[in-house]
């Protein structure tokens, strides 16, 4: 299906363990995001990437990892959970950097990690 | 702190009535701003933008007004319907930057 998708959408893990996060997107759109969501915070960007090996941190990247060895995959990997990593997590991508024409976020329907 | 902020958390508003969502922005360098509604276990969606050389801009059933001057956004939803509960969001990029900002959310419900 053409479009982003994100998995597992569910995931419950233990703290100390590794998790990853998989986004995949159709559109060969240049630019993914991750995003975190929780209450009272809205959305926080946690890493970005304008094209395939090129990342960059957003406004909360501590503890995080991310990859991207082709245009269409963004994951998100938590080397060693902690339980303020609970949140729910967004893939996003968009044709062109956010300062461009093409400049619309498309966002995956989320992905809900609880650490234990 | 955020620099982009709704000035509540939530709305109630009565099914056909028009429904207005504001947010408020510190940063003058701020020249694009994005609505994006968010359903319940669904990522959050693109409703309409505006920059900042733009003080309104209409879609279908919403209209985005910007007042520069005292640093406000509005979303109009004329009309509104039951689809529309939602949580809605600004979002900013300033001109410094290359980020997407957002707010904390306004949470719609829609009495019938």
């Known amino acids: 299906d053409a479009g982003i998708t994100q998995s597992p959408r569910y995931k419950i893990t233990e703290t100390g363990r590794q998790v990853t996060l998989m986004c995949h997107q159709t559109?060969?759109?240049?630019?993914m995001f991750w995003y975190r969501q929780d209450l009272g915070h809205g959305l926080r960007l946690i890493y970005y990437s304008a094209a395939a090996d090129i990342t960059d941190k957003g406004e909360v990247p501590d503890g995080y990892v991310v990859s991207r060895s082709k245009t269409e995959n963004f994951p998100l990997t938590l080397e060693s959970a902690t339980r303020s990593q609970t949140s729910v997590y967004f893939c996003?991508?968009?044709?062109?950097?956010?300062?461009?024409?093409?400049?619309?976020?498309?966002f995956g329907a989320g992905s809900r990690l609880t650490v234990l | 702190g955020e620099s982009v902020g709704l000035h509540l958390p939530t709305l109630s508003v009565q099914e056909g009535d028009n429904s207005i969502i504001n947010c408020a922005y510190s940063?003058?360098?701020?020249?694009?701003f994005i609505w994006y509604k968010q359903e319940s276990g669904k990522g959050p969606q693109f409703i309409i933008d505006?920059?900042?050389?733009?003080d309104k801009r209409q879609g279908q059933r919403v209209t985005v007004l910007l007042n520069k001057t005292v640093k406000h956004l509005s979303l109009q939803i004329a009309a509104t319907q039951p689809g529309d509960s939602a949580v809605y969001f600004c979002?900013?990029?300033?001109?410094?930057?290359?980020?997407?900002?957002f707010g904390a959310g306004t949470t719609v419900t829609v009495r019938a």
């Open positions: 559109w060969s759109h240049s630019y």
């Open positions: 996003a991508s968009s044709e062109g950097g956010l300062r461009s024409g093409a400049n619309v976020l498309t």
């Open positions: 505006i920059r900042s050389n733009m």
């Open positions: 979002a900013e990029i300033r001109s410094n930057d290359y980020k997407l900002s």
């Open positions: 940063n003058s360098a701020s020249d694009y």
